[in-house]
């Protein structure tokens, strides 16, 4: 099992930034995949940002210029620097962590509320 702790959430002004962080615990193994996915209310839980162990980077289109994912292999930590923030990226953000192997497993923490005001 995985333990994943995210913190830095928060209500912030559009055109603000926010950092969150995300450690995660447990049996992980060497081989993975971090990142940020986020949910607004009535839609899809939708992918932010991902970066592997390798250190590829996968980033969504919509936010692409304005937010930074980084990690620490070795303290099992991933970031999300948001910048520019803009109302629609107001969501809760979820942690992920997917190792890679047979099976792949993926894991998820409890969420970090981000809200942008205009």
């Known amino acids: 099992q995985v333990q994943l702790v995210e913190s830095g959430g928060g209500l912030v002004q559009a055109g603000g930034s926010l950092r969150l962080s995300c450690a995660a615990s447990?049996?992980?193994?060497?081989?993975?995949?971090m990142g940020w996915y986020r949910q607004a209310p009535g839609r899809q839980r939708e992918l932010v940002a991902t970066?592997?162990?390798?250190?590829?980077?996968n980033v969504a289109d919509s936010v692409k210029g304005r937010f930074t994912i980084s990690r620490d292999n070795a303290k099992n930590t991933v970031y999300l620097q948001m910048s520019s923030l803009k109302p629609e990226d107001k969501a809760v953000y979820y942690c992920?962590?997917?190792?890679?192997?047979?099976?792949?497993?993926?894991?998820w923490g409890q969420g970090t509320q981000v809200t942008v005001s205009s």
């Open positions: 992920y962590i997917g190792q890679l192997g047979n099976p792949y497993m993926t894991f």
């Open positions: 447990g049996s992980i193994s060497n081989s993975n995949i």
């Open positions: 970066k592997s162990t390798s250190g590829s980077s």
